[in-house]
């Protein structure tokens, strides 16, 4: 089984080590594009209208393209420690064991591709939904590369939000995790979808998959493992929904 994330839009601010050296990133087959992606990044981080070419939110401009100008000698941290956000709060890494996760997550970025938790990149601001000159939109730039590179065996549990998943779909068995919120209306039960409550759902249920050792090889073993672990799934098609109740 592996673990598909999104990197999250909270960072850490600083890394604590070497620069990066992208030959000593994962995925390998990866580089040669890693190394495109970094010289773009850093060329559109000087224009002048950089924070609408990268979508960069108000009051986060000047760092965020602080950040993307230094990508080259900037102290670089482990992925596990660079994102910070809700999904990730609730993955909860320093609780499980490190070897375990590191085999089971792999993140994936705009910026990097994929990595796993132990690779030491740098802080960063790219989004995969943004279209970086010269390359164009990085979901679409990063799908034939992925393709060619990411050889994932076992079931694929995808917590990707759109753009991401955009950049590589599992040629093997896989399923999707949706979150939805049930209420009674009017005597029946109807759901909605959450985004908020979505990411810190899938971070949950990842570390709880982790922590217990799961390794579910088709998508109805997933669902035994899931709800074994106390959470309200049920499979519809190449999807395991997930149901919080109000």
């Known amino acids: 089984m592996h673990i598909l994330l999104p990197p999250s839009e909270k ?13 000593s990133l994962s995925f390998p ?6 190394k495109r992606v970094i010289t773009a990044l ?3 981080s000087r224009r002048k209208d950089a924070p609408e070419v990268l979508g960069l939110p108000a009051g986060q401009v000047d760092e965020a393209l602080e950040r993307n100008r230094a990508l080259r000698e900037a102290p670089a941290l482990p992925a596990a420690r660079l994102y910070t956000g809700v999904l990730y709060d609730n993955l909860d890494l320093p609780s499980l064991d490190a070897r375990a996760a590191a085999e089971r997550i792999v993140v994936f970025s705009g910026l ?3 990595l796993r938790l132990t690779d030491r990149v740098p802080p960063y601001r790219l989004s995969m939904s943004v279209s970086l000159p010269p390359m ?6 990063w799908r034939p590369v992925m393709r060619k590179t990411l ?6 549990v995808d917590m990707r939000s759109g753009p991401y998943a955009s950049a590589w779909k599992a040629p093997g068995p896989a399923v999707a995790v949706r979150v939805f919120r049930e209420r009674i209306v009017d005597g029946a039960p109807e759901r909605t979808v959450v985004s908020h409550m979505a ?8 570390h709880d998959l982790i922590k217990a050792g799961a390794d579910p090889a088709t998508p109805e073993e997933l669902l035994k493992a899931v709800t074994g672990l106390g959470h309200t799934a049920e499979l519809n098609g190449a ?3 997930v149901i919080l109740h109000s």
């Open 11 to 23: 960072k850490a601010t600083e890394g604590d080590g070497p620069p990066l050296d992208p030959a």
């Open 29 to 34: 087959g990866l580089t040669a594009a890693r």
């Open 42 to 44: 850093t060329r559109a």
């Open 112 to 114: 990097w591709g994929a």
């Open 136 to 141: 164009g939109r990085l979901g679409t730039f």
């Open 151 to 156: 050889d994932l065996d076992g079931l694929i």
């Open 199 to 206: 990411k810190a759902t899938r971070g949950a249920i990842a």
């Open 239 to 241: 999807n395991l929904d």
